[in-house]
């Protein structure tokens, strides 16, 4: 089954994720620790290895992102604030990770800082929905286990 992120418009930004099975993708429940793209030495391979984890990273907010808006499917109201919610992060994420690129000129690891970014904010994003909407305040287990950071 495939869940649409309800109302987040992602046309402008072609790799931000619209849609995620149910399941998630195995990739996205992987645990890195470290570094994963420590052995990566060229600024072509850090680039390609870091756009791995920015997919993962994304894959995994929208697998978090889809169960908290399912989760208020009963409450519209309340699934519309998170959906504008999250329409200002991903505002927010492009105008920051755009700024600290920029910040590094015509430097060839530009691309890298954008990207180290794009994980960390996102990363930050995906914990911020499972504290806010799949965790329980009592002993009930999460629904989502919480999210590591990727880096």
């Known amino acids: 089954m495939t869940l649409v992120l309800l ?13 995620v099975t149910a399941k998630g993708s195995s990739e996205a429940n992987e645990e ?15 680039v390609a290895c870091y756009g791995s984890v920015v997919r993962q990273a ?11 808006l399912e989760r208020q499917s009963a409450t519209p109201d309340l699934a519309s604030q998170i959906t504008t919610s999250e329409r ?3 505002a927010y994420r492009r105008a920051e990770c755009d700024a600290v690129r920029d910040s590094y000129g015509n ?3 530009k691309g890298v800082m954008g990207q180290l970014c794009r994980i960390k904010t996102t990363d930050e ?3 911020t929905i499972w504290r806010n909407w799949l965790h ?7 629904a989502l286990p919480e999210p590591e950071p990727l880096l």
């Open 88 to 90: 200002a992060f991903i």
């Open 136 to 142: 329980h305040a009592d002993s009930t287990p999460p």
């Open 7 to 19: 109302g987040c418009d992602v046309s402008t930004e072609p790799d931000e994720v619209a849609a």
């Open 58 to 68: 994304e894959t995994r907010h929208a697998q978090y992102l889809a169960l908290a």
């Open 125 to 127: 994003r995906t914990h």
């Open 32 to 46: 890195v620790y470290g570094d994963p793209c420590s052995e990566a030495v060229t600024t072509p391979d850090m």
């Open 107 to 109: 430097g060839s690891i």
